[in-house]
């Protein structure tokens, strides 16, 4: 079974560019999550979708981010302008579905570095 | 507010030595409660899960975990530590009427030492 993908790996642009992330979850799996990861913490969600809706997103940015999920798989995250605290790691994962107990699949995230 | 704490930033083991990450919440309602590994340049790693029942959950590559509720605890362990083991460890919570959404600890550092 192929995992969460995610592209790119790594990324490093001025402050007040814009970046985009891509995400492909693992098959079949309805809820995706897209979570921002500063080192030295513990990753800090963004953004949960169910299939294409969004479920949570209260602690996105909303004047600088922006997530989307038109067809229910596949997912971007966007920032615009970036900032110099957005440098983390941004991970994608997913799971079976927004059940408590489901444990979530990470891909392999997007180091972000804004100069 | 819900919330993980990991009391050790690092821990240091001798290699065929036990293991333990510690692990304690703070949650309104009944938790489930996680443990994820990360490797460098890697994403995080599902290890094992705490939904109900038995209080001593097993899970991948020979670790173990133990809910304690009455000390709001979930530590990691394992009889005997490998040096591939090292790596970070992460705890999470996760409280169904709370939106579902996952609370990571800061992570902790462990050390194999050959």
């Known amino acids: 079974e192929a995992g969460v993908a995610q592209s790119p790996r790594y990324k490093i642009i001025e402050k007040r560019q814009s970046v985009a992330f891509w995400c492909n979850p693992i098959?079949?799996?309805?809820?995706l999550y897209w979570y921002q990861q500063i080192l030295g913490q513990g990753p800090k969600l963004l953004i949960q979708?169910?299939?294409?809706?969004?479920?949570?997103d209260s602690q996105l940015p909303k004047d600088r981010f922006s997530a989307e999920r038109l067809k229910g798989v596949d997912s971007t995250l966007k920032i615009q302008p970036a900032k110099l605290e957005d440098s983390a790691v941004y991970l994608c994962a997913s799971s079976l579905g927004r059940l408590a107990w489901y444990e979530q699949y990470f891909g392999p995230g997007t180091r972000l570095t804004v100069t | 507010a819900q919330s993980v704490a990991q009391p050790e930033d690092q821990v240091n083991v001798a290699e065929g030595n036990p293991l333990t990450v510690k692990c304690t919440y703070s949650?309104?309602?009944?938790?489930?409660l996680f443990w994820y590994v990360q490797y460098p340049n890697r994403g995080l790693q599902f290890l094992l899960k705490y939904i109900t029942g038995d209080n001593l959950v097993k899970g991948s590559y020979g670790f173990e975990a133990e809910f304690n509720k009455s000390q709001t605890s979930f530590h990691l362990k394992k009889p005997s530590a490998l040096v591939s083991d090292s790596a970070l460890y992460f705890c999470?919570?996760?409280?169904?009427?709370?939106?579902?959404?996952?609370?990571f600890g800061t992570g902790t550092s462990l050390t194999v030492i050959p």
């Open positions: 979708f169910q299939n294409n809706g969004v479920v949570d």
């Open positions: 098959s079949g799996h309805a809820t």
């Open positions: 999470a919570v996760r409280v169904y009427n709370t939106g579902n959404q996952f609370y």
């Open positions: 949650v309104s309602g009944n938790p489930y």
